[in-house]
């Protein structure tokens, strides 16, 4: 299902609030009209949360979408979203690592069922629990902010004191909680 965000950029750009399933046939015309290529309603509906989906949309879907409000492809969209110097105030949907005290823990969720709990340790956090496959138990990870409905972005990401490099979650649900644990 699309973040909060990123449907409220499609609807913009529609020129209607989505609320209900059949407006997803006019959204696919008026992309495939916009774009100069096709998205299926039903894909909508699955993307905008009308019907269940079975896994994670295709690229070229996402690539459609990205076009639709305005960016280059996906990558280019998700990008938009990181931001500079984190805010200094605390708010139920924004967390920066300057609000966790060291050995606290925080508790991110997102779609479809997944969780991270990352204790912080000096400057980095620590991967203390994980559903997600792509980080273990005990990886490291660095990141400027969390923030409710953009993605879980993550700017470096360590493993055995091996850097990977940056690493991006949760792009098209977005993180759906933040709690200190």
Not at 38 to 66: C, N, Q, W
Not at 128 to 143: A, I, P, R, T
Not at 174 to 181: A, E, M, Q, Y
């Amino acid at each position: 299902m699309l973040s909060k965000i990123i449907k409220e950029k499609v609807e913009q750009r529609f020129g209607h609030q989505l609320r209900y399933s059949k407006q997803c046939d006019a959204l696919a015309h008026h992309m495939t009209k916009e774009c100069k290529t096709s998205v299926s309603p039903s894909t909508l509906r699955r993307l905008l949360g009308f019907v269940k989906g079975t896994g994670e949309p295709r690229l070229y879907t996402l690539d459609i979408i990205a076009s639709y409000v305005g960016h280059k492809n996906w990558e280019h969209l998700l990008a938009s979203f990181e931001k500079g110097e984190p805010e200094k105030e605390i708010s139920l949907d924004r967390l920066s690592p300057q609000q966790i005290k060291n050995g606290q823990v925080v508790k991110i969720t997102y779609q479809p069922g997944k969780i991270v709990e990352l204790k912080k340790v000096g400057q980095v956090f620590q991967v203390v629990n994980s559903n997600e496959k792509k980080l273990l138990l005990n990886d490291e990870v660095k990141f400027r902010t969390l923030e409710l409905h953009y993605p879980l972005t993550f700017t470096n990401l360590f493993r055995e004191e091996n850097s990977l490099g940056r690493l991006q979650l949760a792009t098209v649900s977005g993180i759906t909680s933040i709690r200190k644990v």
